[in-house]
């Protein structure tokens, strides 16, 4: 009987601009790879400011920018979606618990956060460089507030919830960001120890236009207060925004009406 050779695997056809793209996501790998080896990366900080006196500051957050080979800042938004549940993503974790570390070391005065996701809470790397800067006179823990997002912390509730009991009598604070973003299950929220939240953006810029998300930010609030939980609303563009919110027990605001991102601090 006759064979036949199987049929070639189908072959997958790629336009010039899909390509482009596919050529475009390689580079920039290559990129956020080369710059986290050589530690090509800053810190911009952004003010968090009293409700009550907007040229207060609480506190800044300190927002990682990396660098390309020629300076240029990297757009995190071509690949922090990719990487994010990575060992590139944790490496990111490190070197911007790193910088914020050494910075509050540099500025007594200063308190800062730094965005961690849950899974950094059990890597290794990230783990020692936290607790060996705490070990240390100087008390960094407690200028250091570390920020979990809604969806990172309901993927692993059990390690965050943990983790948060071992350091916060070391005195670093925890805020959940992007509260009200619709991952939390708020079983879990008497679990979790998070001492502020940031209202997610989604429901503050443009509220005054929004009577969905007026009576979404007053809910917010009264579980918040009910949790003894301190509150930023976060992403706060527009003056007559920032004074609808005035009428909350809102604590504290962020956005680019009171402060862009710097990287230079007065």
């Not at 989604?202 to 917010?220: G, M």
Request: with cysteine.
């Amino acid at each position: 009987m006759q064979t036949h050779p199987a049929p070639d695997a189908p072959t997958t056809f790629r336009s010039p601009l899909e390509a482009a793209f596919a050529s475009q996501d390689a580079d920039t790998g290559s990129m956020v790879a080369r710059a986290l080896a050589e530690k090509r990366a800053r810190l911009a900080f952004q003010p968090v400011v009293l409700m009550r006196d907007t040229r207060q500051v609480s506190f800044h957050e300190g927002l990682l920018r990396l660098n390309d080979d020629q300076g240029r800042i990297i757009n995190a938004g071509q690949f922090i979606d990719e990487v994010i549940d990575t060992d590139v993503g944790r490496r990111i974790d490190c070197l911007a618990l790193e910088l914020t570390l050494q910075m509050l070391r540099e500025r007594p005065d200063l308190r800062l956060s730094v965005n961690v996701s849950a899974r950094s809470f059990g890597d290794w790397r990230w783990r020692t460089t936290l607790h060996d800067a705490l070990s240390q006179a100087g008390h960094l823990g407690d200028r250091l507030i570390l920020e979990i997002s809604e969806g990172s912390a309901m993927l692993l509730p059990e390690i965050v919830t943990r983790f948060m009991a071992d350091v916060q009598p070391l005195g670093v604070c925890f805020a959940l960001d992007g509260y009200g973003g619709g991952a939390l299950s708020f079983k879990h929220l008497s679990n979790f120890y998070f001492d502020l939240v940031k209202i997610d953006r989604y429901f503050t810029r443009r509220i005054t236009r929004a009577p969905d998300h007026q009576a979404i930010v007053a809910a917010l609030v009264s579980v918040a207060r009910q949790f003894e939980m301190f509150v930023v609303a976060d992403g706060v563009e527009h003056k007559e925004d920032a004074a609808f919110l005035r009428t909350y027990e809102i604590d504290c605001l962020q956005g680019y009406l009171t402060g862009r991102p710097q990287f230079k601090l007065q």
